[in-house]
């Protein structure tokens, strides 16, 4: 690590070096990786989140963000591995967030339990977001920040995880919602091959692309309006805050696309362009093994705050049918059917793939297996959860289908597609 050491953690027969720095970066700038320096760092606290408005699902998952600072040198990662590691597969989580919102930070995500079931060593990514990392303000600077800083990650667990006890030719990449997007773009862009061999995609939002050009036309245009002339490279995080949220409301009423305002963009470095997307579908697919799935009810966070469904809630009846057609049918559109067809197309060009549904949920949830829903069963522990109230009200967490679904996503990071029992998996 670029000559010095670091000071981690070592409780319970697990190491943890928290909040170490992967990049650095101005404002609007590539990252680069950090420099040299000697002596001993510590590595036993959290490092910051990138600046970011209150996220839009916080009342269905609880504070992503508890106990964590925030602030734009926020280009860290955290080891979790098993004190005796040698030589074991690496696992590199790319936290959602709809690219406005999250860290690889949180508690929630504490990647011990997934350590000790499976034997593996995971990284948890923190990248830029929002106007930080996707959609930088006119003239500024460069787009598709936040992916650059992901690709950067990789080059730092590709250089230095050995020291941890993993190997480097052998990394798993996942993530949820806008992580599991990453990954996706990940798998299409050429300075990420070869950095990790195998991809997980849990309720990724494919097939988000078109008309998003456009849309960031408007959303450009109105951070310029909120900056009011204003040098972007100089404003306060709040100033820039503001404008990214101007932004948002900008590209609301383009359907699907509008829920993921800020995301990477085609025909941008790292990405190829949009025609070219086939042909490194099948590039990634001869080099990348593939799960993907999405929960039953992926889309019911966000049909219920549909305003459209939300009127209709007021009727009993009705509003329980709307929320429940309106749910499956986005799930279908956003999640289910791209998971389903992206199998698809890595089987027809010879690549290995596995699929997953997951179906569970507690006893009065209020969503059913909603977004997220997968995510207290992989992560963290039953008290970094307890506040999410997509659990329902005893906020309980299945051991047992716990246990079995990281069992299931460390074997595939140890074996890859021939540890599934079957090519099509259902959790609960």
Known sequence: MKGGTIQVENVDGLVRARGVRYGTAKRFAVAEPPAAWSGVRDATQSGPACPQRPSRLGWVTGNVLDGLSTDENCLVLTVTAPADAHRLPVMVWFHGGAYVAGSGESAKYDAGALVRTGNVVVVNVSYRLGIFGYLAPPGAGEDNLGLRDQILALRWVHDNIAAFGGDAGNVTAFGQSAGAHSVWSLMLSKDAAGLFHRAILQSAPLELDHGRDDMAQKMVAAMATSLAGADPA??????????????????????????????????????????????????????????????????????????????????????????????????????????????????????????????????????????CMELPLLFGSPQTWADAPMLGPQRAVDAQLSAEMRTRWTQFAHHGVDSLPEPSLRFG
Request: include cysteine.
């Open 234 to 371: 100089e404003v306060s995080v709040e100033r820039l805050l503001a404008a990214e949220g101007a932004a948002v409301a900008a590209a609301q009423g383009l359907g699907l696309l509008s829920g993921l305002a800020f995301a990477p963009r085609l025909g941008r470095g790292p990405l190829p362009d949009s025609e070219d997307v086939p042909d490194a579908i099948a590039d990634a697919a001869g080099r990348v093994e593939l799960l993907v799935g999405y929960t039953k009810d992926d889309a019911a966070p966000f049909a219920a705050m549909d305003a459209r469904v939300s009127r209709l809630s007021r009727v009993p009846v009705l509003g329980h049918l709307a929320m429940r057609a309106g749910s499956a049918a986005v799930t279908k559109q956003a999640f289910a059917g791209p998971a389903e067809r992206l199998a698809a197309a890595w089987r027809a060009h010879g690549g290995r793939v596995g699929t997953y549904r997951f179906d569970w949920a507690p006893d009065g949830a209020p969503l059913g297996a909603c977004h």
